[in-house]
């Protein structure tokens, strides 16, 4: 299994429980993003620069994604395709997704969307609180401990 982040958008907090999970579990963290970005010093993160444009940081993951992998997203469509690929897609607010759930949001995503075609303003995100942390957390940790026991 590796990790693969969509790190563009992913919060500093996020990446951070990642970056100490990475290093205790000496697993394969690679954060794909369209821009430079720090990151600790360690054997086991990565940075993969890639180009700027609409989705090729989701792109690349997908075409570098394996059976069982995890990628960290709140990009929905990029999940959707993470799970038929066999992977786990895992939102930084703490949702593992699966095949039921994702078309739900997908179906919200695009409502949404259509709502925002039509001037009405949806608004954004709540911030992100300490809930999802510990919800990203604890899932994260679940799938790892699977990983160590396989």
């Not at 989701?58 to 995890?70: A, F, Q, T, Y």
């Not at 759930?101 to 409502?111: Q, T, V, W, Y």
């Not at 925002?116 to 995100?125: E, K, L, N, Q, Y």
């Amino acid at each position: 299994m590796k990790i693969w982040v969509d790190a563009d958008a992913c919060p500093a907090v996020i990446k951070n429980i990642l970056f100490k999970a990475a290093q205790r579990t000496r697993i394969q963290l690679t954060l794909v993003a369209n821009q430079p970005m720090h990151i600790p010093r360690l054997k086991w993160v990565t940075l993969l620069q890639v180009a700027s444009g609409f989705d090729v940081a989701d792109n690349e993951i997908v075409k570098r994604l394996e059976i069982g992998d995890l990628v960290i997203t709140s990009d929905i469509p990029l999940a959707a395709q993470v799970l038929e690929k066999r992977g786990h897609a895992l939102s930084p607010r703490g949702e593992l997704y699966s095949l039921d759930s994702i078309r739900g949001s997908l179906h919200m995503r695009e409502f949404k969307e259509s709502l925002r075609a039509c001037g009405v303003d949806t608004g954004g995100p709540p911030p992100l609180t300490a809930k999802n942390r510990n919800a990203f957390a604890g899932h994260l940790d679940k799938l790892l401990s699977k990983r160590s026991v396989t």
